[in-house]
């Protein structure tokens, strides 16, 4: 990398950086600092909510997973994001933001008790963490190949982006962290349509990147450049697609540190309808970024290292001064997901561990000081991962881990929202889910004589759909028995209806659990401010079609799946 390039990375990222420690500090009460007072609007979350999804590891990672499994990919980041956002908005996030919660853990102990709600924590600081690691490696790459430094230079580099981040998250709070993702998603999407011109023109367009496949092997370019053609041996390239779909519904519904921006809308028609941005901007960027990897491995064929496939690109192809563009749109995405991570998993710390089992009687400053302490230490956590991201990739590594742990607490939490089962059956679908994901990773490590369709990665989606909501079924079945079924009033506020009163339901969450009585957590959910189903004036039939985000997701996604599986399959 030339001084240019160096100049460029430090402008785009440096001058955002600089402007969020300026602009957002001060934000002492917890309900600003960790939900921006529910005062975002609907463009600037969608943007944030692109950001947080589309890390470091996105660009790197995709595209060495693409460079193996080709536009399949694009599954996951075309409809399976995009109905993960749905269900989210549409149904998850919805008892939990007009019932006055910080947190989907915090949900979670009023829906199915205390235990479900540690496990939570747990999964979403093992998932995060693991995606922490990812982006330090791949800030690593790139640094270490595209601008030729050496490695304990590299890794010092890395730590330094991670501490800049964390001064203006401790600074102020979720605010900065939104606005400051919607600024860098411009830089993001930028960088990767520029990087994806410049590599196919220098290929010849699409036909030449399907001579070259060829010429490494053929019917590759059948296997790289269709949607349907990557089927790995006893997968059918149905469960394939199933899986990606499933990996990043998951992704959206169970993560806090996506939860927790929805949470901070100023309406419910804000949290909808960010939905639109989000995925509008995620389809063209990993469009770029996914179709990159057929094209490194027309470029670069035999890879050990398949997540070395980016930098290399960017070094072959991008003349100085993009090459810095190309960076600090990668280093962009970094801070998004750093500060993402930062609040999300701090919130999860401080209210759902902290103050509910450790300290009970702080006061709101208090629990805000332990949330800014705690977010370099969360940071530092997914260092823990980057010795096990080797020569098979992030992206496999991360596809083993979330279908056998993130998957069962996803299926428990979409029991909970739409199904009347029992408070006693959260726990027993996360057992039983977590137990079988974690017997099918060690018999494909240990090479345990077991059926692929047990131990697969791919078939892990399925089962740990089906195992954890069969068993919750039965479960509550057997207390039907025994005490009748699950009445109105347990599950009032906590499982989807399409109108509540948020007020009567701020007093019946505060009193709801004994545990709670005179607590930090009991006084804000009470005092927590009530905002409107929509921002503006609407009559009694609901807003103009034109105003409503039913449609156009609904549109978005139809139209994804033409693509995916009629124009590109």
Not at 144 to 169: D, P
Not at 300 to 321: N, S
Not at 359 to 384: E, M, N, Q, W
Not at 518 to 524: A, L, N, R, V
Request: with cysteine.
């Amino acid at each position: 990398m030339t001084a240019l390039d160096w100049a460029v990375v430090a402008v785009l990222n440096g001058g955002i950086v600089a402007y969020s420690l300026i602009a957002f500090r001060n934000k002492g009460e917890s309900f600003d600092w960790y939900l921006a007072a529910k005062s975002m609007p609907w463009w600037v979350i969608g943007l944030s909510a692109f950001g947080t999804a589309i890390d470091s590891g996105d660009y790197v990672g995709i595209v060495g997973g693409a460079y193996n499994i080709g536009l399949s990919q694009l599954a996951q980041w075309w409809l399976g994001i995009g109905i993960g956002w749905t269900v989210l908005s549409f149904f998850v996030i919805v008892p939990m933001y007009r019932s006055g919660v910080f947190t989907n853990a915090e949900w979670l102990e009023f829906r199915f008790g205390p235990t479900a709600r540690v496990l939570a924590v747990l999964i979403n600081v093992q998932s995060r963490t693991n995606v922490l690691g990812n982006i330090f490696f791949s800030m690593f790459l790139v640094l270490n190949i595209v601008a030729g430094i050496e490695e304990t230079t590299c890794w010092f580099i890395v730590v330094g982006v991670a501490i800049t981040s964390v001064l203006y998250i401790v600074r102020g709070g979720l605010r900065a962290g939104v606005l400051t993702d919607a600024l860098q998603s411009i830089t993001m999407i930028v960088a990767s349509f520029v990087l994806w011109g410049f590599v196919y023109s220098g290929l010849g367009g699409w036909a030449g990147v399907t001579a070259r496949l060829e010429a490494v092997e053929e019917g590759l370019s059948d296997t790289l450049l269709h949607v349907g053609g990557y089927s790995p041996d006893g997968v059918p390239t149905a469960m394939v697609i199933f899986g990606f779909v499933v990996v990043l519904t998951t992704y959206a519904v169970i993560n806090q540190y996506e939860a927790i921006r929805f949470l901070g809308a100023r309406s419910e028609w804000d949290f909808k309808m960010a939905v639109l941005v989000a995925c509008m901007a995620t389809s063209i960027c990993l469009f770029f970024n996914v179709s990159m990897g057929p094209m490194a491995r027309a470029q670069f064929p035999g890879l050990e290292i398949i997540d070395q496939a980016y930098p290399l690109m960017i070094k072959e192809y991008l003349p100085a001064g993009l090459v810095g563009l190309v960076v600090a749109g990668l280093v962009a995405a970094g801070y998004s997901t750093f500060d993402s991570i930062g609040i999300g998993i701090s919130s999860l710390f401080v209210r759902d561990i902290y103050a509910r089992f450790i300290v009970k009687d702080g006061d709101d400053a208090h629990y805000t000081l332990v949330g800014r302490i705690s977010v370099p230490f969360i940071l530092a956590l997914g260092f823990c991962y980057v010795p096990f991201l080797g020569e098979k990739g992030m992206l496999l590594f991360y596809l083993r881990l979330a279908g056998a742990i993130a998957v069962p607490l996803m299926t428990v939490m979409l029991m909970g929202v739409f199904t009347r089962v029992h408070r006693e059956t959260g726990l027993i679908g996360l057992l039983v889910g977590l137990s079988y994901g974690m017997s099918a990773i060690l018999a494909d490590f240990n090479g345990w004589d077991l059926p692929l369709w047990y131990m697969n990665t791919w078939w892990a989606y399925l089962w740990n759909i089906i195992l954890p909501a069969t068993s919750m079924f039965v479960a509550s079945k057997i207390i039907d028995l025994k005490r009748g079924p699950a009445s109105d009033e347990e599950l009032r506020g906590l499982i989807y209806q399409r109108r509540e009163n948020p007020a009567e339901l701020r007093k019946l969450m505060g009193h709801r659990l004994k545990v709670l009585e005179g607590t930090w957590i009991q006084k804000t959910l009470i005092e927590a401010p009530i905002r409107p189903e929509y921002p503006f004036a609407v009559g009694p039939d609901g807003p103009p079609w034109y105003l409503r985000p039913g449609l156009w997701i609904g549109t978005y996604l139809v139209l994804a799946c033409f693509l995916l599986f009629v124009v590109l399959w």
